[in-house]
């Protein structure tokens, strides 16, 4: 496992922008994001692989949402056109090893969460 360090999030207007970071302590071969609001299941938001790159995102957030990975060992999710059911916390999580996923059973790091609030 990882240490994950999170930061970003806040409190939004419905239609602006967003950006979280996410810095893992060692290797991992991919690393998400995930949310989870009041009430409501952990859901898979966006993951990258650290190899080639490729990518994933959910439907709920497909064209709006762009996940980037730099050298050092940081990712950065970038939400736009935010809508009040983005609303959540915003886990990262990392997998150390394995095939790239949405599961969150596939993920064996995660980080303390970050408030995310869009408002109407």
């Known amino acids: 496992q990882v240490q994950l360090v999170e930061s970003g999030g806040g409190l939004v207007q419905a239609g602006d922008s967003l950006g979280l970071t996410c810095t893992t302590s060692?290797?991992?071969?991919?690393m998400g994001w995930f949310r989870q609001s009041p009430g409501s299941e952990r859901e898979f938001v966006a993951a990258i692989s650290w190899r080639g790159g490729g990518t994933l995102y959910a439907d709920s957030v497909k064209g709006r949402a762009n996940i980037a990975r730099d050298t050092t060992r940081t990712i950065y999710l970038r939400l736009t056109s935010l809508k009040p059911s983005d609303t959540g916390v915003y886990y990262c999580a990392a997998q150390t090893d394995g095939v790239m996923t949405s599961r969150d059973d596939g993920f064996d790091s995660w980080g303390q969460g970050t408030q995310v609030t869009v408002s109407s």
């Open positions: 060692g290797s991992t071969s991919a």
